[in-house]
């Protein structure tokens, strides 16, 4: 109890003094009269030294409408539970899932490339060897995927042995694959504009164009404070059009995803390919923050044009949101 109440008086007794300090502008203001107080600062008027709207404690306010914060930072892991152990002569059977998840790997090397020690719950042991490739072998017959398995000692304890195994489903060849109608929804907003976002994006971009075919289709719609077509659905043969529209991509504005999703669903369908690969790739960095955006409407939205067969792709960029 003791500790508590002391806790308390430290709490006030810091906000008493937020409130009490002075900036260097509190004591200009004091010559000038109510009637001829000057507006408020814009945010990037405002020198660095100095707040506006603060909070109890001196702090800048980004929860503001319409003010981006780059201290915003929502990421987190969900806690791993290290499996117990079981005998096999009590439990013979084991499952394990065949999706291949490999994000782990690049996310550890993100944080010790940033000097910071990655979280415990951040290492996903699975991810991080499926991040590599094995010359497994292809299936042959009639079978769907091939098994490989090994065994070896744990090296940080030889009396355990690990098991690997291995499974190779069939190769496609990307020369056979349908045709595609692929419509680009890209996050333009002022928080995309730091290297590992948009620029980052155009990148993988001019990397995708290189492998497109001249039957299949590309269209680039954005969205920041509005939603627009910046290149109508293209021909993978113009090459140099659909780079030209990628380098012209520049970062600014608030967050109508709502509006620039379903135009981007819009022009899909206005290029329907039967029976081919007609997808709506989003790109962004968080969430819709300006428009009808709720979680309702658009998973109605999604689920009914996937069943048109139009179907969406969603491609995360940056950190801190996850």
């Known amino acids: 109890m003791r500790n508590l109440i002391v806790a308390l008086l430290a709490m006030l007794a810091l906000g008493h003094l937020a409130c009490t300090l002075k900036s260097p502008r509190q004591d200009a203001d004091k010559t000038r009269t109510a009637s001829s107080r000057p507006s408020p600062l814009l945010a990037s008027e405002i020198p660095r030294h100095q707040f506006a709207l603060t909070d109890a404690v001196g702090g800048t306010r980004y929860d503001l409408p319409g003010r981006y914060n780059p201290n915003f930072n929502t990421e987190s892991y969900a806690h791993i539970v290290e499996n117990a152990f079981l005998g096999v002569a009590s ?70 042995q690990l098991v690997r195994i291995g499974i190779q489903g069939s190769r496609v060849d990307t020369k056979n694959l349908p045709p595609s109608n692929l419509v680009f929804l890209i996050d333009v907003s002022g928080s995309m504009q730091s290297p590992d976002k948009l620029p980052l994006l155009k990148a993988s971009c001019r990397m995708l164009v290189k492998e497109l075919r001249p039957e299949d289709r590309v269209a680039i719609v954005v969205y920041a404070g509005a939603a627009g077509l910046v290149l109508p659905s293209t021909s993978g043969e113009e090459k140099d059009t659909i780079l030209d529209a990628i380098e012209a991509l520049e970062a600014g504005g608030s967050t109508a995803g709502g509006a620039g999703i379903k135009l981007a669903y819009d ?44 179907f969406l792709t969603v491609l995360g960029f940056g950190t801190g949101k996850t």
């Open 91 to 160: 439990s013979p059977l084991s499952t394990f899932s065949i999706d291949v998840d490999r994000a782990s790997y690049s996310n550890i090397r993100r944080f010790i490339n940033g000097g910071q020690r990655p979280p415990i719950d951040a290492v996903r042991i699975e991810e991080m060897i499926n991040y590599f490739s094995f010359d497994y072998p292809d299936p042959d017959g009639d079978h769907p995927f091939s098994v490989t398995t090994e065994v070896s000692n744990a090296p940080w304890n030889p009396v355990h």
């Open 267 to 310: 022009v899909a369908r206005e290029n329907h390919i039967a029976s081919g690969n007609n997808r709506v790739i989003l790109a962004t960095d968080g969430d819709f923050n300006i428009g009808a955006s709720s979680d309702g409407e658009m998973v109605r939205l999604i689920e009914d044009k996937r069943e048109q067969g139009t």
